[in-house]
């Protein structure tokens, strides 16, 4: 059974103080992880998907990263704004729904 | 203009009642979702439709019944409503054919059912 687990539950952080987010997935034949940010009373938005080991992908202060084991979601100089609930997810070779994880909620303070 | 749109936003109904949640998506989406988010954020599938035909329906009580007049449209029937079904219910569409969703899924905003 395809598992996907997120670490930290809960993360604060100061404005522009750096961190990273953890997404642990077992899957078999992975054939995507994605990443996903959810605004309370908001349906999650799309943010990256990742196909393959060694696989980087940007947007603003957000980095994800990809191994064969786990996902990294690094946050650069966040700022208020990036608050919010982030979702990892992963397809497997033999699933056609994706999993996810339960989340890392995010708090940037001013 | 409003991608993946679904109603109501909040529902709140007794033990014993039958509702719908109705979601409408105007991306041309091939593939439809209905996903459960309970209150530990879990985001679970329910069902899935590819072009109105079922391609993932997983382990829900026949309760629930999911409905696609066209491609664009996947509507969720719940009959007899029981406290357990309060959650968040998310309409999800993504454009990939077998629904993988290996593109990325365009979610709603969510349909809070509160069951008193």
């Known amino acids: 059974e395809d598992q996907v687990t997120q670490s930290p539950e809960a993360l604060r952080l100061q404005e522009g103080e750096s961190s990273s987010l953890n997404c642990s997935y077992t899957?078999?034949?992975?054939?995507?992880l994605f990443w996903y940010r959810q605004d309370p009373g908001k349906g999650p938005e799309f943010l990256f998907t990742l196909y393959s080991a060694g696989e980087e992908k940007e947007k603003e202060r957000l980095k994800a990263t990809l191994t064969k084991k786990e996902s990294f979601l690094h946050i650069t100089a966040p700022k208020p704004e990036d608050s919010a609930t982030y979702l990892c997810?992963?397809?497997?070779?033999?699933?056609?729904?994706?999993?996810f994880g339960s989340g890392t909620q995010l708090t940037v303070l001013p | 203009d409003t991608a993946v749109s679904q109603t109501p936003k909040y529902l709140v109904t007794q033990m014993g009642n039958d509702k719908s949640i109705k979601c409408e998506q105007n991306l041309g989406h091939d593939t439809m979702y209905w996903y459960k988010q309970d209150s530990k954020k879990f985001l679970k599938i329910m069902f899935s439709y590819n072009n109105k035909e079922l391609i993932i329906n997983e382990t829900v009580p026949n309760r629930f019944s999911p409905k696609s007049p066209d491609k664009a449209h996947l509507n969720l029937h719940i009959n007899s409503l029981e406290l357990g079904d309060s959650a968040v219910y998310f309409c999800?569409?993504?454009?990939?054919?077998?629904?993988?969703?290996?593109?990325?899924?365009?979610f709603g905003s969510g349909t809070r059912l509160t069951v008193v």
């Open positions: 999800a569409s993504s454009h990939d054919r077998m629904g993988s969703g290996l593109y990325g899924y365009t």
């Open positions: 997810a992963a397809r497997s070779g033999s699933a056609r729904q994706l999993t």
């Open positions: 899957v078999s034949g992975l054939r995507g």
